[in-house]
């Protein structure tokens, strides 16, 4: 999985070409020194059509996403990156070990390979991180103008443990609620690059994985209810949808929910609401009460997530469907519900 | 955070409210005229600190709520054709024009862009040459001069394929609309900081006059919204009616002299339909001279269409301190952000949009 220096150019051609998805000597020579170079491990090694592997578990937590981020590169990252971290961390909030990714790649004609070659290692690189390798892929090359440089698709496959059952039926009234780490990075970073905004700030996304902090839990016995990770549409939209599937009331404390300032000051120009602010590194963690404090010392423990706090608690729901609010510094109570589309910036 | 935090103290804010309390004694109607102002009254539940002889009323502050229909409509014409990329605020995308939004538009295969700044949208148009950039130039006096600047530097440069779509309003005139209006009752108002910011006191002094009604500039935090509200009451209980600065830390006396100048050298003053009011005199800005020739409704030939509003649409009521977003039988119901019936449910200074965020029943 280590990147290995083999990887590096020379390629014979600096730009994506049609050729290189034709399935003729340029694709095998673009397996060869840049996707099989990274990803480099005895499963992929053996080169077949599918991808054989020994299954260590009774039962299999399997997930995949499609990767489309504009920008490629991001402060704190990059697609590739964020394809594995993503996907990863799906299978985290199973409660699952992450154990085998797959690969597919929609190059667009003229892709520079210098950064088709820095997506790839940051991929494996976060494999690393995540202790998951990549043992099978796929690449097609499209014509210029039909793509926006690189699509990536990762699916994923996890080993349950015995016992293990993290899901959103599993929460209760009189559950706590954690977050593991500030909020909206992952989205101030992109939209800061996207619109050219100079926050005058060297904030990063938060994007990572946290395979960690769910082993910490799970290896620890701490039963954890349920994991939820927080991705667009933000921390608000992240519970709005555990509360509409579990049939539960969940109050927030919007005070103890840390921002950056950085990002708050972003938000603040554009009129956007933190709590709808993407991210890609952090979760909300539901465990019974009495576990909460065990469990934020655990978390607190991961570096990826040494910024847990405990943020609210669920409640039997009040109305026909389960509803988020958040309690604010004024003492009011506000509604947090699944946003229409995206938060677009205002104005003035 | 830095200059919010400060603005933003739970306790202060009570102070502050019970200082109004105490200086109250009859009812009274206090409008604040932005929707910035409106956004965070509502967020922060400003309004439930009051004492219940004031009551708060939601002005007509809010530049995505007030462009009329047609506005939108020949936003979305100019956009359609081949040739043209239209760069827009973000909040003006979901705004309903009469059959469509510029979202649907761009699904449909229109080059919409989102932009931050009209900076932004000028460069668009220097690194694309063999297309037809248009500006989507919405909003008040506060957005004004950046508009202004980049109109005078796509003339100075001579960037041919740069033009505006210009539907910018003013505050005064539609104060005047209020206070004229036979159904209105606002005893004071809580003028829009950013406005004055550029624009200064000058101007609402012959209004607090003419109609007896104070007037105080006023940030957009609580902090500065209660202390605006508790000015306004202290000169209703006093029988004053003068022009206040409440946010002295940000309006001068005469605004921004060189931020006026850039305005008055490139606009005139025109007459302008608001949604919902209908046409005010002389409240809104037009490319004057010169600058006309970057007047996208006659680059494009758009004509005079003109559209009606729903009847189902409270808007026009609400945006004129007549009723409240939940007055309307359709708010909540067959108005929502997902299918707003009229802008004041789309951006996020609406009136509507605010009140379904924030104060939608929880328990």
Redesign the interface.
């Known amino acids: 999985m280590t990147p290995s220096p083999s990887c590096s150019l020379p390629l014979r051609h600096d730009t994506v070409q049609l050729a290189h998805g034709g399935g003729g000597r340029l694709m095998r020579e673009l397996i060869e020194q840049v996707f099989a170079a990274a990803f480099d491990n005895p499963v992929l090694a053996a080169r077949h059509d599918s991808a054989v592997v020994p299954v260590e578990a009774a039962r299999l937590a399997m997930t995949t996403d499609s990767y489309v981020v504009d920008p490629l590169f991001f402060p704190g990252g990059d697609i590739g990156k964020l394809a594995v971290v993503g996907t990863v961390n799906d299978l985290c909030m199973a409660g699952a070990e992450p154990a085998y990714l797959t690969a597919g790649f929609v190059l667009e004609e003229g892709l520079p390979i210098d950064h088709l070659v820095r997506i790839v290692r940051s991929m494996a690189d976060a494999c690393l991180e995540s202790g998951v390798s990549i043992v099978t892929g796929d690449t097609k090359v499209v014509d210029r103008g039909r793509g926006h440089g690189v699509y990536v698709n990762t699916a994923g496959v996890g080993w349950l443990r015995d016992g293990i059952d993290v899901r959103p039926s599993r929460i209760r009234p009189g559950d706590a609620v954690l977050l593991s780490g500030d909020v909206g990075r992952h989205g101030v970073a992109v939209m800061s690059v996207r619109a050219g905004l100079e926050l005058g700030t060297d904030l990063e996304s938060d994007c990572a994985p946290l395979a960690g902090p769910v082993r910490a839990l799970i290896d620890a016995g701490v039963d954890v209810h349920c994991l939820r990770d927080l991705t667009r549409g933000g921390l608000a939209s992240a519970l709005a949808e555990l509360c509409l599937d579990a049939g539960v009331d969940v109050e927030i404390d919007e005070a103890s929910v840390p921002v950056h300032d950085a990002v708050r000051g972003a938000a603040e120009l554009l009129g956007l609401d933190p709590l709808y602010i993407a991210n890609e590194g952090r979760m909300v963690v539901i465990v019974a009460r009495d576990d909460a404090d065990r469990a934020l010392q655990l978390l607190r423990g991961c570096p990826v997530s040494s910024g847990s706090v405990a943020i609210g608690g669920v409640s039997e729901k009040r109305r026909a469907l389960g509803l988020v609010s958040a309690r604010g510094a004024f003492g009011g109570l506000r509604p947090l519900a699944l946003q229409s589309g995206e938060q677009l910036p205002r104005i003035c | ?1 830095k200059l ?1 935090d400060e603005f ?1 103290d ?1 306790a202060l ?1 009570q102070r502050c409210a019970e200082s109004i309390a105490r200086v109250v004694t009859r009812p009274w109607r206090i409008m604040e005229v932005c929707g ?1 102002q409106t ?1 965070s009254i509502v ?4 309004d ?2 009051l004492p219940s002889q004031v009551t708060l009323i939601h002005g007509p502050g809010c ?2 709520c007030v462009t009329p229909l047609e506005m939108i409509d020949r936003a979305i014409a100019v956009a359609e054709r081949p040739s043209v990329i239209l760069c827009s ?6 705004v309903p024009g009469s059959r469509s939004d510029l ?1 649907g538009a761009k699904s449909r295969g229109a080059d919409v862009r ?3 700044s009209p900076l ?1 949208a000028l460069a668009v148009a220097r690194t694309t040459p063999n297309r037809q950039v248009v500006f989507f130039a ?3 006096e ?2 004004a001069p950046a508009i202004a600047m980049v109109a005078h530097l796509a003339l100075s440069e001579g960037v041919h394929n740069f033009s505006l779509l210009v539907s910018h309003v003013l505050v005064p005139p539609a104060l005047l609309a209020i206070l004229s209006d036979p159904e209105g009752k606002v005893d004071a108002f809580i003028a829009a900081g ?1 406005v004055c910011t550029v624009m200064g006191l000058d101007e609402y002094r012959p209004i607090a006059e003419r109609y007896k009604v104070p007037i105080v500039a006023t940030g957009f935090e ?1 902090l500065d919204l209660l202390q605006g509200i508790l000015m306004c009451v202290e000169q209703l209980e006093g029988g004053r009616h003068e022009v206040e600065n409440q946010y002295a830390r940000s309006v001068a006396e005469h605004g921004n002299p060189e931020a006026r100048r850039m305005v008055e050298s490139v606009f005139e003053v025109v007459p302008r339909k608001w949604r919902g009011i209908g046409e005010i005199p002389e409240s809104g800005l037009g490319l004057r001279g010169a600058y006309q020739g970057l007047d996208a409704e006659h680059r494009f030939e758009l004509g005079d269409t003109r559209a009606e509003e729903p009847a189902e649409c409270h808007s026009g009521r609400i945006l004129r301190g007549l009723e409240k977003p939940a007055d309307c039988p359709a708010f909540g119901t067959r108005c ?3 299918h707003p019936l009229g802008a004041t449910m789309v ?3 609406g009136a509507c949009a605010a009140y379904f ?4 029943p ?2």
């Open positions: 955070m919010v933003r739970p804010a910035g956004h967020r922060f539940g400003i439930q600190l530049p995505v605020f973000g909040d003006m995308l979901r979202l989102v932009v931050y932004d919405v909003g008040f506060t957005t950013h609580p929502t952000p997902e951006s996020s200074e965020a924030y104060r939608r929880v328990a």
